[in-house]
């Protein structure tokens, strides 16, 4: 099987030569093989060319946000824990994310998160995306595992909270370790799934993360779910 390696290079030799004529031969014959390779090469390549800075972007990006917001989805916010300084010094009595002579430290990282999906079932992976920028995916990288927290019709508030860039998040959450990786597992949940992170790519402005499934559940309540629509929070109503 061809390893990532083997894919880039032959990604590469296909660019460098997708503009070659289809069907001409110079000096001999081919082979039926060598022709079918031919044929595979000379197809039109994909556009993979960035937008350089004094060119116009394709896609204006307030419509960009306002065609793609029309794709409801449902509401999670990614968790991962505290490194070890943090959760000895919790452990003692201090403040969460303060030592107890009153140092800083690191807490628990998480974010709120729309872009979140079930990837594959065999092996069990789930993806989420995040922005290159974004001040929580230093801690979730860190840790090496996240919690995806599905959230209820009644988090909204919860919603808002994690989507609050720098700020203490965690202040007044209730939560419990996840199973495995011991990441927040946020209190009230209609879901939750504990991963470890299997693989990261790079998508533009953002990183795709992929997670390798170690547990989930269903939360204990019957709320229905949080839906984000159109930049709003709403519910869920079942068709008739």
Not at 60 to 67: I, Q
Request: charged content about 20%; glycine content about 12%.
């Amino acid at each position: 099987m061809m390893g990532h390696a083997g894919m880039a290079a032959a990604a590469v030799r296909y660019l460098r030569t997708a503009g070659s004529p289809s069907g001409q031969t110079t000096g001999r014959a081919l082979p039926p093989e060598e022709r079918r390779e031919e044929r595979t090469e000379a197809l039109p390549p994909p556009d993979l060319r960035a937008v350089r800075a004094d060119e116009r972007a394709p896609v204006d990006p307030a419509v960009f946000r306002r065609v793609l917001g029309g794709f409801a989805s449902g509401v999670t916010v990614v968790t991962a824990p505290a490194p070890p300084p943090a959760r000895e010094g919790a452990s003692n009595g201090a403040p969460e994310g303060v030592s107890e002579t009153g140092e800083s430290l690191p807490g628990p990282a998480g974010f709120a998160c729309q872009s979140f999906a079930s990837l594959s079932l065999d092996p069990p992976l789930v993806s989420f995306m995040v922005a290159r920028t974004s001040k929580s995916w230093p801690g979730i990288a860190r840790a090496g595992v996240f919690c995806v927290n599905v959230l209820s019709e009644a988090q909204g508030e919860l919603c808002r909270a994690f989507a609050v860039s720098g700020a203490n998040k965690f202040a007044g959450v209730s939560y419990s370790p996840a199973p495995v990786t011991g990441s927040p597992l946020l209190e009230g949940v209609t879901a939750w799934i504990d991963c470890e992170i299997h693989a990261v790519h790079t998508g533009g402005d953002h990183l795709i993360v992929v997670g390798r499934v170690r547990a989930l559940d269903e939360g204990c309540g019957d709320e229905a779910p949080l839906v984000f629509h159109q930049g709003r929070l709403g519910t869920f109503t079942p068709a008739e």
